[in-house]
């Protein structure tokens, strides 16, 4: 497998324990191979929930930019839902699964066909 085979395998683990389903594993892997060589470096692979500029980019260049979604409300109760249900003590927070539970969240799937 390669690294990109096993950080996925890792992040449909972290869907499965923290969110308690099973992956899309093909969504997974589109929303995975989307966010390109960030998955591979150690600080932009994850998402910080406490920093509420970093919450604010997932909304911006995510939501709003990848998904194409009208800036409301609504998309940051989004993102602090699903930080909040990864686990706030959990440190690694990966941006995929981040990514992916909000694309599942908003029904968004189509943008990746």
């Known amino acids: 497998m390669s690294k990109r085979d096993d950080l996925i395998a890792k992040y449909a683990t972290d ?3 923290k969110f308690g389903e099973s992956a899309d594993m093909d969504l ?4 995975t191979v989307g966010l390109g060589p960030a998955i591979y470096n150690i600080d932009a692979s994850k998402v910080s929930g ?10 911006k ?12 409300p609504e998309l940051m109760d989004a993102v602090k839902q699903v ?3 990864y686990g706030s003590s959990n440190k690694n927070k990966h941006r995929a ?4 539970m909000l694309c599942k969240h908003f029904d968004k799937a189509s943008v990746y066909n």
Do not use: R
């Open 50 to 59: 406490g920093d509420q500029k970093e919450l604010e980019t997932v909304k």
């Open 61 to 72: 260049n995510y939501l709003i930019k990848k998904l194409g979604m009208a800036d409301s």
């Open 97 to 100: 699964v981040v990514y992916y």
């Open 15 to 17: 869907i499965k324990d």
């Open 28 to 31: 997974l892997t589109k929303v």
């Open 83 to 85: 930080v909040e249900k």
